[in-house]
């Protein structure tokens, strides 16, 4: 009884197949799901959750795995051997199952309890297939925040020099290192940076900025300042722990922040 309207595109200069799917949903207990059978051998699969992911078994050995017949991910999941891979990213759908080689992902459902109109009307979503060489850190991250989060392009104004609005406000030297958050402080004083480790490295990172730094100090959640950080040349260079969320607090006066 329902209507489904799809269009398969391709991403120029990259590998991904985007789904845009609109359906409107007249079922009754009904689950919706799609499926990839993929050609890939892994006992393992992988699961974003905020701040970094999990792994789930492919496999139905146990009575615990029987149990997990479906694995809550967000941005993306991924099955990987060796040296090849596929991701399966997704805009706003989150519940997974990945058995053997089939990755499946819930679009809509139709349950008459405890909400009897659950699901009925119109969905617009988009899921996405992004094979890949070797693992998933090279691509899948930036890829799932580029369909959750894609870029806006906008033009400056006439009386606005545009060498002001080259280059990124803050960059990382490291891709395990993934910036979600900039804004300005909730005191008003510097730019406040939140960041995680996404590949369960250790190291040392490298912010650079377009703006022009003059100090940095590594906050809390409630960025209060706990540990003056070195910056040399405009760049800031902090260490980091496997999965660690890190909050950064950039004083920047002086420079064109509010442009």
């Known amino acids: 009884k329902s209507e489904v309207i799809?269009?398969?595109?391709?991403?120029?200069?990259?590998?991904r197949i985007d789904?845009?799917?609109?359906?409107?949903?007249?079922?009754r207990n009904i689950l919706?799901?799609?499926?990839?059978?993929?050609?890939?051998?892994?006992?393992?699969?992988?699961y974003e959750i905020q701040w970094g992911n999990i792994?789930?078994?492919?496999?139905?050995?146990t009575s615990w795995d029987w149990a997990r017949f479906e694995t809550c991910a967000q941005k993306w999941v991924d099955l990987s051997e060796g040296g090849y891979g596929v991701s399966l990213l997704n805009d706003c759908k989150y519940g997974h199952?990945?058995?053997?080689?089939?990755?499946?992902?819930?679009?809509?459902?139709?349950?008459?309890?405890?909400?009897?109109?659950?699901?009925?009307?119109?969905?617009?979503?988009i899921y996405s297939l992004l094979p890949h060489a070797d693992g998933w850190q090279a691509e899948t991250v930036p890829e799932a925040y580029g369909l959750n989060d894609p870029l806006l392009v906008?033009?400056?104004?006439?009386?606005?020099?545009?060498?002001?609005c080259m280059g990124s406000i803050v960059s990382m030297d490291e891709h395990n290192l993934v910036i979600e958050t900039v804004k300005q402080a909730e005191d008003g004083d510097g730019l406040i940076v939140r960041l995680y480790e996404s590949q369960r490295k250790r190291g040392?990172?490298?912010?650079?900025?377009?703006?022009?730094?003059?100090?940095?100090?590594?906050?809390?959640?409630?960025?209060?300042?706990?540990?003056?950080?070195?910056?040399a040349n405009g760049h800031v260079r902090f260490p980091y722990k496997p999965?660690?969320?890190?909050?950064?607090?950039?004083?920047?006066?002086?420079?064109?922040?509010?442009?």
Do not use: C
């Not at 799809?6 to 590998?15: E, F, G, T, W």
């Not at 199952?97 to 979503?125: C, K, T």
């Not at 040392?204 to 950080?229: F, P, Y």
């Not at 999965?243 to 442009?259: A, H």
């Open 154 to 164: 906008f033009l400056p104004k006439e009386s606005q020099p545009l060498k002001h």
């Open 19 to 27: 789904f845009d799917t609109t359906v409107l949903w007249r079922e």
């Open 97 to 125: 199952d990945i058995h053997n080689n089939i990755m499946r992902i819930s679009l809509l459902r139709s349950p008459v309890y405890p909400d009897p109109e659950a699901d009925l009307g119109e969905h617009q979503f």
């Open 55 to 61: 792994q789930r078994p492919t496999h139905r050995n």
């Open 6 to 15: 799809q269009r398969i595109s391709l991403i120029h200069n990259s590998a």
């Open 204 to 231: 040392i990172g490298t912010m650079r900025s377009s703006l022009q730094i003059h100090s940095a100090w590594r906050v809390n959640i409630l960025e209060e300042d706990r540990r003056k950080l070195e910056v």
């Open 32 to 46: 919706l799901k799609v499926a990839f059978p993929v050609n890939v051998l892994s006992p393992m699969a992988t």
């Open 243 to 259: 999965y660690e969320i890190i909050t950064l607090r950039l004083d920047v006066r002086g420079s064109r922040l509010k442009d």
